[in-house]
């Protein structure tokens, strides 16, 4: 299996509802980052967390990292129909090429 | 932030024909972009690692030959799919490193991507 898996793959929630969508890997690691991206589109970046981290925030998005058991979680609070889209989980391993592996993904379907 | 330009945006062409994507970084200089391919419904894959002013490094399974990549400068990198056929559509993103930041950094910044699609 590949390095930076996501469960659940697909989630779908109602308007209002809190999203989590975890993320696990299998390499240490130097940091991992999370990106959304809209059906047929780029990847916008949400936010990164180095190894040293435990946890972050932005706006309504929470991560939380945990080395330990090379799990990564991503909570996005009061959901909106606009969040709809996939969520990825890159990891960069603690080298200086600094490619990201990506995971299989979470899609997230937000209803109105 | 950092931006990543990617062109085209989209393109179709003719099973045969090459296609040349451009990669370019916009306000920062990237030493190092990257190649990703990503199939509907799927993650993405890297493909290779592109290093400027030194041939590019390819991931296990791709074909150099026919995955040309030339980084000729700080802000651009391009991929031409050579001789191209249906099975090569996809979509392609690259990403860049901005270098002025540390080595324990190692953001990325993506490009928008180009869709290919080879009828």
């Known amino acids: 299996s590949q390095q930076g898996e996501e469960d659940p793959q697909a989630l779908s929630i109602q308007e209002g509802e809190n999203a989590t969508m975890n993320c696990s890997y299998k390499t240490s690691i130097n940091n991992l980052q999370w990106y959304r991206q809209n059906s047929g589109r780029g990847l916008v970046h949400l936010i990164l967390i180095r190894s040293n981290e435990r946890e972050k925030h932005s706006g309504r998005l929470r991560v939380t990292l945990d080395t330990s058991k090379k799990s990564s979680s991503l909570l996005i609070t009061a959901s909106r129909a606009a969040d709809t889209a996939s969520y990825f989980c890159?990891?960069?391993?603690?080298?200086?090429?600094?490619?990201?592996?990506f995971g299989d993904g979470t899609t997230l379907t937000v209803k109105p | 932030g950092a931006v990543v330009s990617q062109h085209p945006s989209w393109v179709i062409c003719k099973s045969g024909t090459s296609v040349k994507i451009e990669c370019r970084s916009l306000d920062f200089q990237a030493t190092t972009m990257f190649w990703y391919r990503q199939f509907p419904k799927q993650s993405l894959m890297l493909m290779a690692t592109s290093n400027e002013g030194s041939k590019a490094t390819y991931e296990q399974g791709v074909e150099k030959d026919k995955f040309l990549i030339n980084h000729a400068s700080l802000t651009l990198s391009t991929l031409t799919v050579t001789s191209a056929h249906p099975e090569d559509s996809s979509f392609y993103i690259c990403?860049?490193?901005?270098?002025?930041?540390?080595?324990?950094?190692?953001?990325?910044?993506f490009g928008p991507g180009t869709r290919l699609t080879v009828l």
């Open positions: 990403s860049a490193r901005d270098m002025t930041r540390g080595s324990s950094y190692n953001e990325q910044f």
């Open positions: 890159a990891t960069n391993r603690g080298t200086n090429a600094g490619k990201s592996t």
